[in-house]
């Protein structure tokens, strides 16, 4: 299976059998001067957004109907973390969730789409 995390102000959208937009419901670690540059594999960003009320919540419900979902479906499946710029929330969430499906024995590509791309201004700014 394949987990994409994406920015959303770099491309609408992305394909999959799952796709969670990040954006309006935790915490943006661009608001912190001090994560701006780093990215989604950084462990202060990763502290950051799995500090987040809800985020593990998130995780920890999503685990279960992934798994029911790759192991009954009859092609490889799709799973998309998107927020604003692809480089802080959403990576971090895919790589926690491929995390979690490896210890239950899957096999998990995460692809970062936008984790190299540049931080761009936010919308609400």
Same mark, same amino acid.
């Given at each position: 299976?394949?987990?994409?995390?994406?920015?959303f102000r770099h491309r609408p959208g992305v394909a999959g059998d799952l796709?969670?937009?990040?954006?309006?419901?935790?915490?943006?670690?661009?608001?912190?001067?001090a994560l701006r540059e780093l990215t989604g594999h950084d462990d /202060?960003? !990763? #502290?950051?957004v799995l500090g987040t009320p809800g985020i593990t919540d998130l995780l920890d419900a999503m685990t279960p109907p992934v798994l029911v979902l790759a192991h009954v479906a009859r092609r490889p499946i799709?799973?998309?973390?998107?927020?604003?710029?692809? /480089?802080? !929330? #959403?990576?971090?969430?895919?790589r926690e969730l491929g995390a979690r499906l490896r210890r239950a024995g899957l096999r998990v590509v995460v692809d970062d789409?936008?984790?190299h791309r540049p931080v761009l201004p936010s919308p609400r700014r």
């Open positions: 299976m394949r987990i994409n995390s994406f920015g796709v969670v937009d990040l954006r309006d419901h935790f915490s943006d670690p661009l608001d912190d001067l /202060r960003v !990763r #502290a950051h799709e799973v998309g973390f998107g927020c604003g710029g692809g /480089r802080h !929330r #959403a990576p971090v969430a895919a789409l936008d984790l």
